[in-house]
Nanobody, 132 residues
Framework: QQQLVESGGGSVQAGGSLRLACVAS????????WGWFREAPGKTREGVAL???????????HYGDSVKGRFTISQDNAENTLYLQMDNLKPEDTAMYYC??????????????????????WGQGTQVTVSS
């Protein structure tokens, strides 16, 4: 069993920046992917950024079209932490942000599709609110 704990959310004005962090505990060595997803009221869950952490796809990163060029995903393996640097934030970025991971390649390959595939392990989420 794995546990994911997100932090770093908050309220910011448009054009501002936030850095989210997700700390993983438990057995994570076999995870195939690790990513960030968001869900706004009345909208389906959206894939924000994903990094493949195992297998032949290791190191490959995907971003959602709406955040390309503004958000950056990174990981610190020593600290078992995933980050999401969010710059030039827009009001439409307002959502609950979740990190998720899965040891299975299939769900990982579908994870960025809309709606985002059901990965095995999820955090509790951290709220990001961007005001205009």
């Amino acid at each position: 069993q794995q546990q994911l704990v997100e932090s770093g959310g908050g309220s910011v004005q448009a054009g501002g920046s936030l850095r989210l962090a997700c700390v993983a505990s438990g057995y994570t060595a076999d995870n195939y992917c690790w990513g960030w997803f968001r869900e706004a009221p009345g909208k389906t869950r959206e894939g924000v950024a994903l990094i493949y952490t195992n297998g032949g796809d290791k190191g490959t990163i995907h971003y959602g079209d709406s955040v390309k060029g503004r958000f950056t995903i990174s990981q610190d393996n020593a600290e078992n932490t995933l980050y999401l640097q969010m710059d030039n934030l827009k009001p439409e970025d307002t959502a609950m942000y979740y990190c998720a991971t899965d040891p299975r390649r299939g769900p990982c390959m579908r994870a960025m599709q809309s709606p985002a595939a059901e990965l095995a392990f999820w955090g509790q989420g951290t709220q990001v609110t961007v005001s205009s």
